[in-house]
């Protein structure tokens, strides 16, 4: 979805104001993307969907479901990541999403997916009475829908774009509290409590207006039953090669990348970005019209006085003094994201943005819109300018999210959109405050205060820290946090970015303490913001989906850290503290974790491994998650057993023996009852007696890439055991058992 967001929800004269697979790598891991990344062919995408489809017999779903392709962006090491929507009888299903990571040959190394579908269509995984019968005819036509919402948001405004609505189904979710959590106190419960279950449908109109009242932008999204023509909700859509020298308001003295034509000096830089509005990164005036308004010019290629807008021309020395701050800004965020990552502009694909300033009379607002690549500024009435670093570095933060994840901006997936543009924002303002160089962004030289320069009473519009401090946000997760404004629901996941990057405190009352965190130390230490924003960065471009909330943040954000970093590593510890220090899953404790396997991703071939030959090493068509090896077992089409064995001792002293390993299964057998071919994953003494299975696999649990397992063998803490990987194929059409970094932390 196109969704523009605004930073600034309120009047700025406010107070309180709101703001609108890899190995372990090395200290600066980067997605090494080429400098123009090709998009997938008509065929290529084909057979990705047709890769997709061909599980659906094992999932229970019918020929009625299908995939949309919506966008693709980078991955990291050169791979390709495809965003599909998930639809039925051809409409989308709302918040129904597969992330799909595919490498250069088209082989898929991993899915990511938020799937709401399971009770549409005839297919055996329908649980819900009728939803079989579903019916995709709607009573309501589109022009009402889209007049109902015109008449709610704006019935006097004029259309900026063309109004659209967009016939979908939209599975009706209620949150439920998971086994074991059921008479837990409202109090007590943590986000991996509570669940979302899909208890029925509704075929909606998903209406979009884009208008303009008075000159004050009305961007209005709203789901409106396809049946009676109600609005069953609705949400605020603002989301919120020459040097030249400038003179900003906010940073001092600039370089700015500026060009030369016929003797007049024009705010383009054609080396950040190609394409867009101007053909490349550049600064409009709108001098108190519309976007974009025109190319900033200027006789000689030094530009603005460093004052804030006085209110009179929008193109002289002080009017330009908001175009050199948001080219300075703008350059930065360009920068930081190349030079750190290797991303190109906001979507990885290099495609120019621009920055029109002097938008509407007197608005106090900045906000990106997706549809044109552009952020607006307005002068605002009661700050100092709205051009800093910070600010800037958020709203082009949500170019990022709205390129990639494209987090809905309602629920908690709303608060990790607004969270996901905050951390930008910092991130942006230390990467300038420390010169604009280097694959490194500092840990220091931003406030972590979101707004500040602006306020005309340094009162920050968020405190990363400790977001309650504005008197509306929230430091920890709870239950309700969903239904606040995104604004105010970001906060937890502020203030876990603050803590993953910089640290906690323990002792109780400071700002910076978590009564949550309680293993020991009772406080967390920082990991830095580098490594910090890569995870993050990770997360959100590679695994998350547009429904994704706190909890499954937090699951694919250990994820992204293991691929980084390692599992177990201290950047993985450090997001699980993170995460539990705001109420989002259990603290464990920081100090180092002993890894109990030996050459868990085999790239040292089968050393501390016992069993059967040729079962190590490396294939045509299939990635290893770790490294260049893997265990390969099956695969062969014909009768014949293998397996992999490792002796380790869990200490007595032991407080966890948490299992994991990466596993990919592929299979040709086409049944979705029988299990023909196996994996079975078991403890056993050193006599070989099995002690517990852990869990058997087979043909019937093919899926597309990797998925990592865990398993907790606490229960043998004392003792030698082996752990044992063992598979067997019968006579015909090949599965094929894929096992990569097997660790065991403790």
């Known amino acids: 979805m196109k969704l523009r967001k605004s930073m600034l929800a309120v009047s700025l004269a406010a107070a309180n104001l709101a703001l609108g697979h890899a190995s372990a790598a090395t200290s600066t891991p980067q997605f090494t993307i080429p400098q123009s990344f090709i998009k997938a062919s008509p065929q290529e995408n084909a057979a990705l969907t047709a890769a997709l489809v061909a599980r659906h017999g094992n999932e229970g779903l019918d020929g009625d479901h299908g995939y949309l392709l919506t966008k693709e962006h980078p991955g990291p090491a050169g791979s390709r990541i495809s965003r599909f929507s998930h639809t039925y009888k051809g409409l989308r299903v709302l918040g129904s ?130 049946e009676d023509g109600r609005i069953l909700t609705q949400w605020d859509a603002l989301q919120t090669g020459i040097v030249g020298v400038g003179h900003s308001q906010f940073s001092g003295d600039v370089p700015i990348q500026t060009t030369l034509s016929g003797g007049v000096y024009r705010m383009l830089d054609p080396a950040r970005g190609t394409g867009g509005q101007f053909g490349g990164m550049a600064v409009s005036d709108a001098a108190h019209g519309p976007v974009p308004g025109t190319l900033y010019t200027n006789a000689t290629n030094v530009w603005g006085d460093g004052l804030p807008y006085n209110g009179g021309s929008t193109s002289g020395p002080n009017g330009q003094t908001a175009a050199v701050d948001a080219l300075w800004a703008q350059m930065n965020n360009y920068d930081m994201l190349k030079n750190t990552l290797g991303w190109l502009s906001l979507d990885g694909n290099n495609t120019a943005s621009y920055i029109a300033v002097h938008v509407g009379t007197n608005m106090d607002n ?217 109420n989002v899953g259990q603290d464990i404790p920081e100090g180092a974790q002993l890894d109990l396997i030996k050459n868990g991703s085999f790239e040292s071939g089968a050393t501390n491994w016992n069993g059967s030959v040729n079962v190590i090493g490396s294939w045509p068509n299939q990635a290893a998650y770790d490294g260049s090896k893997y265990a390969l077992f099956g695969g062969k089409g014909v009768t014949n057993n293998a397996a992999l064995t490792q002796a380790i001792t869990i200490p007595a002293t032991a407080t966890a023996a948490n299992l994991s390993f990466a596993l990919h299964i592929d299979s040709a057998e086409t049944t979705a009852s029988t299990a023909y071919d196996k994996l079975v994953v078991t403890v056993k003494n050193t006599a070989g007696a099995v002690l517990g299975t852990l869990a058997t696999y087979s043909n019937l649990n093919k899926a597309l890439g990797y998925s990592v397992k865990n398993f907790s063998l606490l229960p043998y803490k004392g003792q030698a055991v082996v752990l044992s990987f063992s598979a067997s194929e019968d006579s015909s059409l090949q599965t094929s058992f894929v096992v990569d970094k097997v660790s065991l932390i403790q």
């Open 97 to 226: 999403d597969s992330v799909v990571v595919s490498d250069g040959r088209g082989s898929i190394l991993s899915t990511s997916e938020s799937d709401r579908r399971f009770g549409l269509g005839q297919g055996a995984a329908n649980t819900l009475n009728g939803a079989n019968l579903f019916d995709v005819a709607p009573s309501v036509q589109s022009r009402a829908a889209i007049d109902q919402i015109v008449r709610d948001a704006a019935p006097n405004g004029q259309h900026r774009y063309a109004p659209s609505a967009e016939l979908v189904i939209q599975p009706i979710v209620k949150r439920v509290r998971v086994p074991g959590a059921e008479f837990k106190p409202e109090a007590k419960l943590n986000a991996l409590d509570l669940e979302d279950k899909v208890t029925g449908y509704q075929l909606v109109w998903l209406v979009k207006v884009r208008m303009a009242d008075n000159g004050k932008p009305v961007f209005r999204d709203a789901i409106v039953s396809a």
């Open 366 to 582: 900045a906000y990106y819109d997706s549809s044109c690549n552009c952020m607006s500024i307005g002068d605002g009435t009661g700050s100092k300018g709205l051009a800093s670093l910070d600010i800037i570095g958020h709203e082009l933060g949500h170019g990022i999210t709205g390129a990639t994840s494209a987090l809905n901006y309602s629920g908690e997936s709303g608060g990790l959109n607004e969270s996901s543009s905050d951390i930008n924002g910092e991130m942006v303002e230390a990467y300038a405050r420390n010169g604009g160089t280097g694959n490194v962004i500092p840990s220091t030289g931003n406030d972590w205060m979101l707004g500040r320069e602006i306020s005309p009473n340094g009162t920050p519009m968020r405190w990363m820290w400790k977001p309650s401090k504005d008197g509306a946000s929230k430091d920890a997760w709870t239950s309700t946090l969903g239904s606040l404004n995104p604004h105010y629901s970001s906060g937890p996941n502020n203030r876990m970015f603050y803590f993953l990057s910089q640290g906690s405190n323990a002792t109780p009352g400071d700002e910076k303490y978590s009564a949550y965190l309680t293993q020991n130390p009772h406080n967390m230490t920082g990991i830095g913001s580098d490594k910090a924003y890569r995870i993050w960065f990770r997360a959100n471009t590679t695994k998350f989906t547009s429904s994704t909330n706190y909890a499954d943040a937090r699951a694919k954000m250990i994820q992204s850290a293991n691929e980084l970093y390692g599992v177990g590593s201290k950047e993985s510890i450090a997001v699980t503290r993170a995460y539990a220090a705001i």
